[in-house]
């Protein structure tokens, strides 16, 4: 054996079969929900151009400063490309890239997949970890921001999660906006800087927006007297604000607007949001998103609003854990699937045909709704019921020296033990097991 045996490395883990359901049923849940409401999938690749995040998330985030695992440039005069940090960017690079602002900029997509961030690893935080994203471009309208926030509300009820979440929105206005609270935030802040943390001091001159989610207690107290954008905004940002307020309130959204909520990426425009959970504590997020709308022009397309969000898949599987979720009911068939015929081969002359008659069979279920095994290690026929029975088999086809002989099976229905003989020559077979499984 290894002395330095091979360990998945910090911050990622293996999803083994025996979890691995959850989150098949988590992206179950997804892709319901996103057909619901007439989202599309888009794929776009793991690693982008390092320039493309830079650009996007801001030289300043945490993100880009700390965060990323880059590939430095493989050739001289080659690009240094980096392991997604989060979809937002790719997915606006694909939009423009793929000129959907000029032929249909209407366009609403989802994602899931795995985003690399070099965080220090902690209970829901990893370095490779899965969102469920959403991104809706081109429309500046109220209507889509309350839609989208609607959404990310749905896929936690859909998981059960009905209580004990807080809806967080607020507004970061428009650039101009942002400019003068900038400046306003400035002098307010400069009477306390010494007297922050460390962070908050080094995030004073950079992005002083980050001072009011510092969640250092002492830093928390200090930020509660600072002057809200809100106070300041234009009218029009001001006005979309309300219209989102307005539209969450006639979908019988209960939201909570938290005026310290500035998210930690560079590319928001007017209504940020996040959905707490928040018994998880300091990192108690379990989705973040909100308007990008110069976000497309940013990355070389034509000026077009835009709206999405991520889901955090670590810290909601660990809120569903907390919660008894989700019922047993609903994950049943994931968790432990059954096998709906078991192919027992008698002696060693049927094991060969044995494997022929699964391979025909399960090409004519291969919808995926007909699970049919056998035994592929050469055990005795014991073993091979009892494994049957192990894994559930609603029927069982039995292949013995005299069936072969006379070009049959019997099938055996283990709910009633009712046996019969079936020709294999022809379609009768298939239509026997049909008969069997039907429910
Ligand atoms: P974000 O707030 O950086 O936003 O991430 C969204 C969610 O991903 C967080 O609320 C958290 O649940 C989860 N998350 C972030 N980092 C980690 C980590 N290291 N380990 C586990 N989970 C993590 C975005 O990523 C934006 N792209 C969201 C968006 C889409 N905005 C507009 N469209």
Redesign the pocket.
Known sequence: MASDPFRAPRGTRDLLPEESWLQRHIERVAERLTAAYAYREVRPPLLEETRLFSRSLGEQSD?VEKEMFTIPPRAEGSASHTLRP???AGVVRAYVQGGYAKRAPFQKWFYFGP?F?Y?RPQK????Q?D?F?V?ALGSDNPLLDAEVIDLACRFFEALGMTEGLEVRVNSMGDPEDRAAWRSILISHFEGQVAERCEECRRRYTRNVFRLLDCKNPRCVELSASAPPLLDSMSAPSRLHHEQVLGALQALGRKVQVDTSLV???DYYTRTVF?VHYPSLGARS??????R?DGLVEEVGGPATPA??????I???LIALEELGLPPEADVADLKTPGVDLYVVAVGEEERAQALQLASRLRASFDDGSVTIDLDLRGRSVKAQFKAADKARARAVLILGPEERAAGQAVLREMGSGTEERVDLDGSALEEAVAAALAP
């Open positions: 993100v989060e979809g937002t985003m961030r965080e829901g935080r990893e370095r970890f969102q994203g991104e998210r930690g990426l996040e997020a379990l989705c973040g998103g909100g990008y709206i999405g969000f991520a889901v955090g670590t810290p909601t």
